[in-house]
Structure formats: C-alpha cells, structure tokens
C-alpha cells in the first residue's frame, strides 16, 4: 500500500510500539536493541514501530527507556534504524513524554498540563505533578521535534508522537487534565495546541515526503476526558494539516482499555469506522487482533487500511511472516494469574507488559518466548523495580 505522500508500505501489518525497557542506566540504546529490530525487520511486518523513545531525560516513564536529547548515541541509532529497516521494512521511532504518569520511582514531581493528580487508585505510586510553565511548554515542543530530527538523521523511515494512553500530549488533550486558561487550556483547539505546534515543528524539519503518524486515542474512556466527538475532530484537523497516518487505541493508566479492550475481540473498530468515513489518511486500529480471521475481515469491511499488532508480536516476531505463508490461525493472549485470587485482583495491566517486555528481552537474547499465564517472575520483578505500590491498592470511596 502507498500513503498518501507516496511512500510505498510492503504490506499492512503495522507492528505497534511496544517499550522495551532495554536501554542502559544512562538511557542509551544497546545491542539488543539492534537484535530485536532485527528479529521484527526479518518477521515480515511491513511498519514496526519502536517502543516509546523519551525527549526528556527527566522525564522517564519506566527504567530501561531509551532517551534522545541529541546527537551523542548517533553510531548506535544508525545501527538500529540499519538493521530495523532491513527487508524494506518501515522502521519508526515512536516519540513521547510521559507527564504525569511518571511513577514515584522515576519523578519526585513530574509536570502536566495543570496540577491534577492520578486518581485514587493509583496516587500510591505517582507523585502530584506540577503545572508548567508556558516557557516550559515551548520548550518540550522543541525537544519533541529535536528527537525527531534525530531519528530521521540516524535513518529511521518515520516517526509517530505519541498522543495516547494517557501521558503528556493527551493530557493536554484532556479537559480533565488541562484546566489551563491560556493559549494551551480551555476550548478544544487551544488543547490541542501543543499537539499540532509539536507536529509543525516537526513537518518544518522533516520535510513533506518524511512519514509523521500519530496514536490517538478513540476516548479516554473517563467521564471528564478527551470524548470520541473530540477526538474525530482532532484527527480531522491533523489529516487536513498533512498528517500520514494515524493509530487508533484508547484509554490509560487508569481506564487501561489498550489493552483490556472494549466489547468486541478487536478494540475500537466501531470508532475507527466512524473515523473513516471522515478523514481520507491510512488508519490503523490496535487492540485486540489475534486470528488471522479477525484481521481479514476487519480489512475486507474497510474498517482499518492496516492491522496494528503489539502483544502478539512479543511472542512471535515472525507472526506476519508466518500469516502471509499459510501457517497461522490464532494466538491466545491470556490473562497471568499468580493462582490466588485475591491477589490476582490488585494485579494492574503493568505485570502483564512486564511479561511481555520480559519476552522482547528473550527475543534480543537470540532465545525462544515463553507463552505462559504465571505471573509471579514478572509481579517480583515489579515490586523490586518500583516497590509495593506497583500493586495496585483498594479504591479508596
Ligand atoms: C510491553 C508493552 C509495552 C507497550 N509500550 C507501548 C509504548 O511504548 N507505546 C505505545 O503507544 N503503546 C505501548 N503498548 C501498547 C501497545 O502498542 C498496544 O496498543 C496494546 O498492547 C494493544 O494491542 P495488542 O492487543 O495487539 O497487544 C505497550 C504494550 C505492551 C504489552
């Protein structure tokens, strides 16, 4: 398939940003980087997003995120984007910030569009953010579009902000999260300032032919959030500004619909429906697609233009491949379990990304995946990295 500046993608598996929690203690990409980009270059997808890359290094949403600030890790970006993009393989580099959801163990007072804390549920383990300043907000935009610019230098073939699942630029999206009164805050283009001036930052710098995406989310999924209305008129707008393709997921650390999903097997098809008949740019819809079936029929209906894939790609980086050879039905993403059903309860969607990334670190290792539902490697390896509040605590009333 083309998109629409005329970049040819070899075919319509869209391999999702899965963090990998792989970099070094100063944040830098390391070798297996390079071995796992190399594994999913060789799986066959046509787009493979990297995990999410930090513009801030005071800013980290988890141990092992790589962070982009300059040019000082250039040698090994080049070798990444080298080795990712083999196979004619899209290789991009998805760029974030994490604002509030940045847990204790990482920010003593991560920033936020306004000083609106976490829920109850889950202020154990994040600290209020502070409100930033207007001077603070230009200058996040630049490190945005100084990533990218990196990215592209190394020789990465695109690039995608971030703008789902609950961290910076969907809290300003938010009317929950941005009670901003100045250019940044109030009705919904002022919220979605920093979004689009992110994306002409980077549009002026990339140039036209270079792919910029963006996730979004379908809805927040809470009852003051970023609503689906809102969130079509925020793609409609980014289509018309030249956007290339968007994602679509959902949710966030505290309505974790990523990866619990809707009603249906795949997550968000009725929305991106909706947003098909609007908007004219390539839409991926992530969440849920596991049989070769459901992927099929969702392409047929002309409900996505391609399959957004993550989870499963953790367990078989060679999925694409062995779907487009015949040699594949369905895989069970399964929901781990300790075998104690009261603490299977406080068991929050952060044990099961950890036994995924745990999976991505086999994969880098040159070693076979794990498909298993026993949570206890992943929740110890929770606790010792962020302590007992990485359990989820009782709702408070
Ligand atoms: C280990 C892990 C890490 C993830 N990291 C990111 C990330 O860095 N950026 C992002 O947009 N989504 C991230 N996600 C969410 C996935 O991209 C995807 O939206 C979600 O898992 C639903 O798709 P699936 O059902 O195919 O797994 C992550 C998911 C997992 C399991």
Known sequence: MELPNGIRVKNRFFKSAMSETLANAHNQPVEKHIRLYQEWAEGGAGVVVTGNVMVDRNALGEPGNVVIEDEKDMDMLKRWAEKGTKHGTCLWMQINHPGKQSPKTMSKEPVAPSAIPMGDALRSAFNPPRKLTNDEIKNLIEKYVNTAAVAKK????????????????????????????????????????????????????????????????????????????????????????????????????????????????????????????????????????????????????????????????????????????????????????TGIKGLDEKIGPAVGNVYYAMQLKRIAEGKETQQHTNAWRPLLHLIATHGPQALKPKRRK
Do not use: C, W
């Not at 959030?225 to 030249?242: N, R, Y």
């Not at 049989?291 to 694409?320: F, N, Q, V, W, Y």
């Open 154 to 337: 190394a020789g990465f073939a695109g690039v995608q902000i971030h703008g789902a699942h609950g961290y910076l630029v969907n809290q300003f999206l938010s009317p929950h999260d941005n009670r901003r009164d100045d250019e940044y805050g109030g009705r919904l283009e002022n919220r979605m300032r920093f979004l689009t001036e992110i994306y002409k930052g980077m549009r002026g710098n990339l140039g036209e032919s270079f792919p910029i995406s963006l996730k979004l989310n379908s809805s927040d999924f809470n009852r003051d959030g970023f609503t689906e209305a809102e969130s079509i008129t925020v793609v409609e707008k980014m289509a018309e500004m030249g956007l290339d393709l968007i994602e679509i997921s959902g949710g966030n650390y505290e309505q974790p619909k990523m990866s619990t999903g809707t009603d249906s097997e795949v997550f968000f098809l009725d929305y991106a429906q909706k947003l098909k008949e609007k908007v004219d740019i390539p839409v991926v819809v992530t969440g849920g697609f596991r049989s070769h079936e459901s992927m099929e029929s969702a392409l047929e209906k002309g409900h996505t233009d391609m399959i957004g894939i993550a989870r499963p790609m953790a367990l078989d980086p060679h999925l694409p491949n062995r779907i487009m050879s015949g040699d594949y039905e369905s895989i069970t993403t399964r929901r781990l379990t």
